[in-house]
């Protein structure tokens, strides 16, 4: 080709880019993949993960009846499984209790032989102490499991019996209940005031070890300084939720499958408030 004669405009010159068409514009160039910087940004998190970090979310005060409205409304949705989960705790508790009910009657049986009657309550009542210890134990493992459920649908994931037992440390949670045991033992021989200090102030202790995974004591007094930071918030919604309950079991008992799945979850929510942990939209 002679140096006079004119070129294509699609054909490559040398030392430079392809210039466009007078025309139009010409094709543009095919976009390769470029990898990001080290420095860029992150991904996205996966579907159904959080948005932000847990804890990371400012905690923010809760009213009384916007509680209990979020509590009703999950029961609504999930109510089966909290009816059965209460029927389960009932029954455990009479499975523990039924032991104490032989004891008495067996006393009754021997109650006309003294020496019987010596040597039986001497066994009834080391048996009845640990049946009592074991029973209360097993009760507390199940209030725990109660409050994973309940932190689950707070945080928008339908409770179910495939996730009721995953929780952290059943271990922790044992000495969680024998702590609580304890601390209610001394407060009760404080004029029972303890005991009511220790009801008021405690009751986030199983919170603790189900949703941060705290030791024994740092979820107990963890608990104790949450309550008092929110001390006016936390005990009206305690002192409506045991209005509830008592109406409750005076409906022959039947109210209390409503009432105690109620009052767990508008705990489980006040509690995720108060911590800035997740909250689903009510």
């Known amino acids: 080709m002679s140096e006079n004669t ?27 993949p470029v990898n990001p910087p080290s420095g860029g940004p992150s991904q996205p998190p996966a579907y159904g993960g959080p948005a932000v970090p847990y804890g990371t979310q400012p905690s923010s005060p809760f009213r009384v009846g916007e509680a209990l409205s979020f509590g009703w409304n999950r029961f609504k949705a999930n109510w089966l499984f909290w009816v059965l989960f209460v029927l389960l705790t009932f029954a455990v508790s009479a499975i523990f209790s039924s032991g104490s009910i032989g004891d008495v009657q067996e006393q009754i049986n021997a109650s006309s032989d003294p020496e019987a009657m010596a040597e039986l309550a001497a066994d009834m009542s080391g048996a009845s102490s640990l049946l009592q210890l074991i029973g209360s134990l097993v009760v507390a493992v199940l209030q725990a499991l109660g409050i994973n459920a309940a932190l689950r649908e707070v945080s928008g994931e339908k409770a179910s019996w495939g996730t009721l037992f995953k929780v952290n440390s059943y271990g922790m949670i044992i000495l969680a209940a024998l702590l609580l045991a304890a601390a209610s033992f001394v407060g009760a021989l404080l004029c029972g005031l303890g005991l009511i200090a220790v009801a008021i102030f405690a009751v986030f202790t199983y919170h603790n070890v189900v949703d941060k995974g705290m030791n024994a004591w740092a979820a107990f007094t963890s608990s104790f300084a949450l309550v008092g930071k929110n001390f006016g918030a936390v005990f009206l919604l305690e002192l409506a939720l045991l209005g509830i309950n008592v109406v409750g079991a005076l409906l022959c008992g039947l109210g209390l499958f409503v009432t105690i799945p109620l009052s767990v979850l508008a705990m489980a929510y006040a509690y995720r408030r108060l911590t800035g942990g997740p909250v689903v939209a009510a």
Do not use: F, I, K, Q
């Open 6 to 32: 004119p070129r294509s405009p699609y054909e490559p010159r040398p030392g430079g880019p392809t210039p466009p068409p007078a025309g139009g514009p010409a094709p543009g160039p095919v976009n390769l």
